[in-house]
């Protein structure tokens, strides 16, 4: 049985400021409780250089992942990730056992572009 998601109105989905960066540097995260990567994201001139944590690791490699587009969502408060403090929430969505896949872009686009 399908689960209908909550409605919500399009000005509240405007508020959610999601933007397209490029990972810049990835490495292991081992102070996280789950395995993940840390992952500084450059979103251009306007937003610069963010960090974000990711639960990533089944699918992908840090050195993999450098120069890679990404999509984060910009304006949520940051969050602390053990001794990280994260800037930005990178998206993904679950494959079949569960594990993240990350959401890109399937042609280059100027990091900073806001999803719309």
Known sequence: ??????????DDFLKV?????????AAPFPEARKPAIKL????GPQLGVKKST????????PDALVGRQVLAVVN????????????VLTLGVPDEDGEV????????????????
């Open 54 to 61: 990711a639960q990533i690791t089944r699918h992908y490699q």
């Open 17 to 25: 400021d999601i933007r397209v960066g490029r990972v810049v540097e």
């Open 101 to 116: 896949v990350l959401i890109h872009p399937d042609l280059a686009v100027p990091a900073g572009g806001r999803m719309f």
């Open 76 to 87: 949520f408060p940051p969050r602390q990730i053990g001794p990280l403090m994260s800037e």
């Open 40 to 43: 500084m994201i450059d979103f």
């Open 1 to 10: 049985m399908a689960v209908d998601p909550a409605v919500i109105a399009f």
